[in-house]
Structures are given as C-alpha cells and as structure tokens.
C-alpha cells in the first residue's frame, strides 16, 4: 500500500504492531481502539506499521481476502501455523494474521471463555502471538518484510522483546506500550523454557517476578523502549501503589520510558456523523443533542424529563474504574434531583450491585449490563454529564469522546484523566481552556462535592454551553500522538 509521499522519508521506517485487540473486529477496552486508530495514523506521516493479530474466529470471518504469506512448522509444541495476510475493513491498514485454529478458533473473547474466566491456555496463545511478532522481526523471519521496530502492547506481547533479546544476528529494536499495568499474565516458571526463552532468563534481572514468570515483566525488562498512554500515569507507575510491584523496574528504567496520550478516533467518535446517533450535531448545532437525551432515556427506561440532568458512564465494571464509588453516592444525584446512565459488564458482585440499585430506583437509575456498542455512543451524546471516576487510568478514552461529545465529565486526578480534562474554576472558564471537573482525593465526599459543581454549572445555561464548546473543539486528534511515538522510534534507530 502506497503512502503518502509528502511524508515518505529517505528510507521509510518499518513497524510492526502486535496486539491482541483491534478495533471494530475485537475490542474489549481502550486498547482494541488505540490498535485501531494509531497504526493508520502512523502510516499517514509516513510509518509502514503493519498490525500483527491473533486469528480470532470472529476476525476471520469478519476480514475479507485473506492471503497465505507462510507456514511455519519449527515452533516447538506446535504443529503447522499459517501466517495470513489481508487489509483492515475500512482503514485498509495491513494486517498479518497469525492463523493456528487450535488456539483462537473458538466462541467466547479474546481472553475469557463465554462464562467470564480466563482461557486455561493463555499463556500458549499469547506465547504464540509473542513468537510470531519475534520471528517477524528477527533475521529467521519467514517474510521479505522485515520491521525496523517490532512494537508490543500489554503482557499479551510481552515475551516479544525478551524473545528477540535472545534471537542471534540482526534484529528489530522494540518498543512495549503498557496500556494498564494492573494485568501482568503470570504463569508458572515451567513455561519459561517452553516457551522458547532460555532457563537463566527467570531471574530477578529477567522474567521473573516473585518466583513467577511475567509475560508484562519480560517486555518491560528487555524493550528497547517502554511507552505509556500518558505522562502523568508514567509517573504514577515508577511507585506505589499503581506500579503494581514493577515500580522499581520503571523507576530504574525512566530514561527509556515516555508517556504519550491516545488520540479520538474521529472517523468513529464524531457527534456531527454517527450512525449510531438518532440525531447528529455539533458545537454550532447543540440543540440536536436534546433529541439523543431522549432517545437515551427512553433505551434505558428513564422518566422522559428534558430539563432533569442526566449523568452518564460507559466503563468495564471493575474497581480500577471506580463503579463502587458511583454506588455509593447515586442516591444523592438522584436527589438532586439528575437521573443515571450506565452501560457495563465486568466484575459479577459488583455487576449485581449495580442491578439492585437500578431496581430500586425505576425510572431514574438506567442501566444496560452488556457490551453494547451503539449503547456506548448514545451514552455519551445522550448524557449531560460524564462520569469518570476512576482509582487509576493510564490513559482513558470516553472522558475523552465526552468532551468532544459536548459531554463536559467528572473526572479523578490521575492518569490520563489528569493530562486531558481541565477542571472548571473561575480562571480557567474566563479563558476558555476549562473543559470538565476535577477531584483529587478519590473519596465518596469529594466525589459528590464535583458532581454537585457540575450540576451547578449546568444549571448555568452560558457557562455550560462555553464548557461544552470548549471540549468539542479540543485537538485529540491520533496525528499528535503517532508523530510521537514516531519520534521515539527515531531514537532507536540512530
Ligand atoms: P479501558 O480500556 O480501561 O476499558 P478506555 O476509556 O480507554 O478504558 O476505553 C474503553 C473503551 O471501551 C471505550 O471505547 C468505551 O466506549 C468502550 N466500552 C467500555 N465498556 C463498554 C460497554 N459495556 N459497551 C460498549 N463499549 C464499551
Ligand atoms: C487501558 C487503560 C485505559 C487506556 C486504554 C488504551 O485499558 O485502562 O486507560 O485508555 O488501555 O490505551
């Protein structure tokens, strides 16, 4: 494929992106839309980022034209693995598909069996997508196409760097970006040698973290390079309690770790063109967001009320994202009096929290328990506030649609939270840059007390349109970040 050739550099930089994820075809969270989104932005200045995938029941039959690029027959304790290639529907972004049925041909998610717990065999799937992307990016590749950077994300690439760390002869420099430190995959030592590393790597200066091996721990102690999705979650990371016991590791390894923040996808997150939307709008046009409100309302079966703030949230259900915090204030909201959006799945106790509290509150408490992706979009057009208050976010994607959704969120202090909502107060509204709510102790009291600024400034007609507008015409676009993450390639190959 082609790239643009106002960008096209001397000798054009080659990167493959593995990642278990990738947006529309498989998503569980943030990182299906970052893998989505950053591969075609990287390729628009000038990157030739090919995607490397796991062959996935539901990706196979969703991809069209797929094409067998090679076959691979030497991995230990495996029979023949056929590498695919194809073209991202829509995007168009190349794709390399690592097809073995035995692993990824079967109903249920990416990581978890249709009953919600983990596939017993992960370490062998993700092992594979590991040794796949080491073996592109090695001198024993079975392609003509050999990546200058072999760029892993999260534990399920892990292995990748340490792999090629160990591979003889020339070899791509690695990048691994750490979407969310709290999943690490820990298998037992056994695994060490059988997946293709050699026994003296389980060490303390290796894979092993506290007498286990760490596929996360094995990426972050061999790349090149580490990148997360926010400055200040960069920070958080090198102590405790959000570096998860790795904090040493980061902290020792701060010179070759930088934080760099997601971008919107806006062929997907745009108010002024979603399908999903019963009627589009913009920061000219917001009167069309009314109609969304009530369409929302009437989805979650909400008490139709138009002036009646309505809050919303779109989250895994897990204590990362602060869901138990939400229980314990609703009553209070609703009060106020405001309604309550939700759309989750997750944790079952905390799922069956939720439930109850929805029960007992018909018509102002809604609630869709499921993974519902029109939902999602109308959750944040339709929503008057956002709510986001979670104990850590390394980067965070709806606070972000919120804004541009003229959904002005609430959001704790931390991560990526913190690097992209600016709280509103007197200075910040007078100069226009205020763009939602910020709270720094991760309470229930301070909680309320920013909802309540929220529900106050709503009721301030010119003050809420000026915080709407000002999120809408925020630049989140993928560009700024792909010509980071290209910079930080750049300096692994001078
Ligand atoms: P995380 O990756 O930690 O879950 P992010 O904010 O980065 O958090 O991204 C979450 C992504 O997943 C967003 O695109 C969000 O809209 C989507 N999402 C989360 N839960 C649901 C759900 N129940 N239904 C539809 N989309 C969801
Ligand atoms: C993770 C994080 C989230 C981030 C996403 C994409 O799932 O929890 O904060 O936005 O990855 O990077």
Redesign the pocket.
């Known amino acids: 494929m082609p790239l643009p050739s106002k960008t096209r550099r001397k000798k054009t930089l080659k990167v493959l992106f593995a990642t278990p994820e990738i947006h529309p075809l498989v ?1 569980t ?5 970052v893998s989505g989104a950053l591969p075609p932005a990287l390729r628009h200045v000038g990157v030739d980022a090919r995607v490397l995938v796991p062959g996935y029941s539901k990706l196979m039959a969703a991809v069209p034209k797929k094409r067998l690029l090679a076959r691979m027959s030497g991995i230990p304790e495996h029979g023949e693995i056929r590498l695919l290639s194809a073209a991202m529907p829509g995007s168009g972004t190349p794709l390399l598909i690592v097809d073995y049925p035995p692993y990824y041909d079967r109903p249920g998610g990416p990581y978890l069996d249709a009953r919600g717990r983990d596939w017993p065999d992960n370490m062998w799937r993700f092992g594979l997508l590991s040794r796949v992307a080491a073996l592109l990016g090695s001198g024993g590749g079975p392609l003509a196409w050999r990546p200058d950077i072999v760029h892993c994300n999260d534990w399920q690439t892990g292995l990748a760097p340490a792999l090629l760390h160990f591979a003889p002869g020339p070899k791509a420099a690695t990048v691994i970006t750490i ?2 430190l709290a999943y690490q995959g820990i298998f037992p030592p056994e695994y060490v040698t059988r997946l293709g590393l050699p026994a003296s790597s389980f060490s303390m200066e290796g894979v092993e973290y506290y007498g286990s091996l760490s596929f996360l721990k094995a990426g972050l102690f061999y790349a090149d390079h580490i990148t997360t999705v926010s400055p200040t979650y960069a920070a958080e990371i090198q102590g405790e309690p959000l570096g998860f016991g790795l904090q040493g590791l980061l902290a020792a390894r701060k010179a070759h770790l930088t934080g760099i923040v ?1 971008g919107v996808d806006l062929e997907h997150w745009n108010p002024s063109a979603d399908p999903f939307l019963p009627k589009t709008y913009s920061a000219h046009r917001l009167a069309g967001k009314q109609a969304n409100k009530l369409a929302l309302q009437r989805r979650l079966g909400l008490e139709g009320s138009p002036d009646v703030p309505l809050l919303g949230m ?3 259900i897990t204590d ?1 994202k602060g869901v138990d915090l939400v229980l314990q204030i609703a009553s209070r909201i609703i009060a106020e009096p405001a309604q309550l959006a939700l ?3 997750g944790d079952p106790a905390l799922e069956q929290a939720c439930l109850k509290l929805a029960r007992r509150h018909p018509g102002r408490i809604g609630l869709h328990i ?4 029109g ?2 979009h109308l959750v944040e057009a339709g929503s008057d506030i956002f709510l986001m208050p979670s104990r850590f ?6 606070q972000m ?1 919120s804004m541009i959704y003229g959904t002005p969120p609430v959001v704790h202090a931390t991560g990526g939270l913190a690097d992209t909502v600016v709280d509103a107060t007197p200075a910040t509204l007078k100069d226009g840059s205020a763009t939602g709510f910020v709270f720094d102790r991760l309470t229930p009291q301070d909680f309320l007390a920013a909802v309540r600024r929220a529900l106050s400034a709503y009721r301030d007609k010119k003050t809420w349109r000026g915080l709407q507008r000002n999120g809408m015409g925020r630049d989140f676009s993928w560009e700024r970040s792909a010509l980071e993450y290209r910079a930080v390639y750049d300096t692994l190959l001078t």
């Open positions: 998503k969270g943030g990182l299906g839309d979407h969310n997601n779109v989250s895994r990362q759309l989750g799945t499921g993974f519902d992706e939902l999602s976010e390394p980067c965070g994607l709806n649609y």
